[in-house]
């Protein structure tokens, strides 16, 4: 069983910045499960269908990023902590959405929602 819960989620101004953190447990995901997982960031916005956003791979040497945040956010990981982040600068209110991170069984991310176990999303609201 793997859980997977974000935080770091808020109301900001626009050309603000947040930082989204996704802290990995559960009782048969290991650490060393862990650091051999891709994991993903996604976002749903109000009425519309669930997006990629970021993808990082299990060394984190590989990165993947959505059009439409490439130069504003960095996906990072700390696989001591079992935790990835998302660091996001720059927000617009096009950002406002419930942001989910998601963990993948291989080591590279993918755009698809092709991803083994999800979270419960955090809520980011970028006010104009």
């Known amino acids: 069983q793997v859980q997977l819960v974000e935080s770091g989620g808020g109301l900001v101004q626009t050309g603000g910045s947040l930082r989204l953190s996704c802290a990995a447990s559960?009782?048969?995901?290991?650490?060393?499960?862990?650091?051999?997982?891709?994991m993903g960031w996604f976002r749903r916005a109000p009425g519309k269908e669930r997006e990629f956003v970021a993808g990082i791979s299990s060394s984190g040497l590989t990165t993947d990023y959505a059009d439409s945040v490439k130069g504003r956010f960095t996906i990072f990981r700390d696989n001591a902590k079992q935790t990835v982040y998302l660091q996001m600068n720059t927000l617009k209110p096009e950002d406002t959405a419930v942001y989910l991170c998601a963990q993948r069984n291989s080591p590279f991310p993918t755009r698809t929602s092709d991803y083994a176990y999800w979270g419960q999303g955090t809520q980011v609201t970028v006010s104009s």
């Open positions: 559960g009782r048969t995901f290991t650490p060393s499960l862990f650091a051999r997982s891709a």
